[in-house]
Every structure is written in C-alpha cells, then in structure tokens.
C-alpha cells in the first residue's frame, strides 16, 4: 500500500453560512458578534481555546477576509450554543468598520471553522501559573485562554497584564473584572493605561520593557510561571518575547500571535 492511500484522508475546511445571533457594544470602537452554531454545525465549529475564525463577505463589490479570535471559554460557548468574536474598528479598515457599523442580529455570514496555533492543550491534574500579556484587541484569544483554564484546571492560576489607552477603551474589561471575582484566589488583572495613570497610583505609561520587567518582578517571577501567551500590536509582542528570552524562558512555553505588522518586509505570526 502506497503511503498516500495510508494517511488519513482530511476534509478541506469550508465556509459555513453562520447567522449573528448577537451583537453587543463593548466600547466606542468595538463590538461583539456571536455567531448561532446549530447542531448540526457543532463538531465543525469545535475550537481550542485561543483559534481564529476567517470570515469572508463582499464590500464595495470586493470580497474580504479576515480573522477574529474566538473570545469565549469552552465551556460558555458550548453552553451558549454560540462562537462569539470581537472587533475593534481600524481606521479606513474595510472589515473591521463593517462589523463595527453595519451588522446586526440576524444576518448570514460566511464562516471558516477555527484555526490557529496559539493554544495550550488544558490539563485538568496540572496546577499551572498561565500569565497572558496583552493589548487593545488582542485580549480577544486571551479571554478564551485564560478563562478555559480557570474552568478546566482548577489548581492552576492565571495572570493578565492588560493595556489600553484607558478604562473605557478596555475591551471586555467588565467580563475581566467578573472573572476576578469568580476567581479571586486564581486570577491576578493587571491594568496598565497610557493616558490615565494606575490603579495605585503610578504614572501613564505604555507596556515597554522597564514597565514590563517592573510587573514581572513585582508580581509574577518568570521562574514561577509555566505558559506565557503575547498578543497585541507585534511591538508589544517582540519586547515581552525577548524580555522573557533574557530573563531564560524556554521558547516552548512563550505562545504569541501578532493581528498586524506596520512595517513592510514581517509577517505576523
Ligand atoms: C490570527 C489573527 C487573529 C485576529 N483576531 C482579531 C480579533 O480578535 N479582533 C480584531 O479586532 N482583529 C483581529 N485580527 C485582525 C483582523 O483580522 C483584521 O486585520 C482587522 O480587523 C483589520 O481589518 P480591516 O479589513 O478592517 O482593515 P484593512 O482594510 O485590512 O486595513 C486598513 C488599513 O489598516 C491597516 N491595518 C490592518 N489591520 C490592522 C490592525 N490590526 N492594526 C492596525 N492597523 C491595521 C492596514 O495595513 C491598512 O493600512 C486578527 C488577525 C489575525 C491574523
């Protein structure tokens, strides 16, 4: 027998018509969108925590595409029967401004089911210290990380260090702080705001590596830690990747994904 007729054959993933099922204001410039999963559609849409959806739709006679990151847990999502996305408006940005503006309960959107690398599998005997460091959207797979592994490990601890121009900007900050309550042994939210100073007082600020290595080794000991996640702008990304990398962290515990690259000549990733 030929190797081709041995390995197992893989349905090419396909766009599904998925309709909206809600639509939730999360700031000036972000909303939710969940999708209905019917139950035919529910193994296709099985996701680990921490995958994207492509979305696809014309605008302006064009087709577009793009990826949302799941932010829902597991488990809600199964409760809720639903996938749920969020997207912040990017200035001139054709599907973001779309989402933002014009969708609503009720349409049809074309959907690729879940993608991705950036997931840790969940282990239920392990007790983990999981810390997230991330910024504007890119809380959307952290929200899915860390809150599968408070659900689905319940020795393990999370940390999220957070930054947004200021509370109002934050998306999801009040399910955040929601989870800190449910969770208030396991979960550490760490907000840092660029045009508002701190919680405890000290100076606005951006995540940069002397405020980065200022929370680490105040709080969070890289030593200590056992899975890092980076999302955001791929600025932010790269000073937390090398910040860890000279603090000693092996590269296999550090998961990043990066939405967007400003400069010509990188790829995300
Ligand atoms: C794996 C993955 C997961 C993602 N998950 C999310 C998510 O959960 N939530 C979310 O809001 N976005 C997410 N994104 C980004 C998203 O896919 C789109 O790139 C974003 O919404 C902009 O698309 P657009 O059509 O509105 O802009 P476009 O029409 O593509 O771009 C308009 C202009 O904005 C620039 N631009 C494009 N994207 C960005 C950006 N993110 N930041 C700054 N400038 C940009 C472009 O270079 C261009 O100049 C993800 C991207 C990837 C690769």
Known sequence: MSMLQTRPRRARPRFHPLTVSRVERLTDRAVAVSFAIPDELRETFAFR???????????????????????????????????????????????????????????????????????????AARARHH??????SGITPVLS??????????????????????????????????????YPERFTL???????????????????????????GSTTPPAEVDEWYLCGPFELVETARKLLEHKGVEQHHVHHEVFHVDRPGMTAG
């Not at 810390?131 to 504007?136: H, L, Q, R, S």
């Not at 020795?155 to 309550?181: K, V, Y």
């Not at 705001?193 to 680490?216: C, K, M, N, T």
Request: hydrophobic fraction near 40%; aromatic fraction near 4%; include cysteine.
């Open 49 to 123: 925590p921490g995958q994207h959806l492509t979305l696809r739709t014309e605008i302006g006679g064009d087709e577009v595409r793009r990826s949302y990151s799941i932010c829902l847990s597991r488990a809600e999502a199964e409760r809720r029967r639903e996938l749920r996305i969020g997207s912040a408006v990017v200035d001139g940005g054709l599907m973001s401004t779309w989402l933002n503006e014009d969708v609503r309960a009720g349409d049809v959107i074309d959907v690729l089911p879940a993608l991705g690398d950036f997931t840790v599998p969940t282990d």
């Open 131 to 136: 810390v997230a460091i991330a910024a504007g």
């Open 145 to 182: 990380l860390l809150t599968t592994v408070l659900e689905d490990e319940p020795t393990s601890r999370a940390t999220l260090i957070f930054g947004n121009r200021e509370p109002a900007s934050a998306m999801f900050l009040p399910e955040l702080e929601q989870l800190a309550e449910r």
């Open 190 to 216: 760490r907000n840092v705001f660029s045009r508002v100073p701190q919680a405890d007082g000290s100076p606005a600020g951006r995540i940069d590596a002397a405020r980065l290595e200022a929370l680490l």
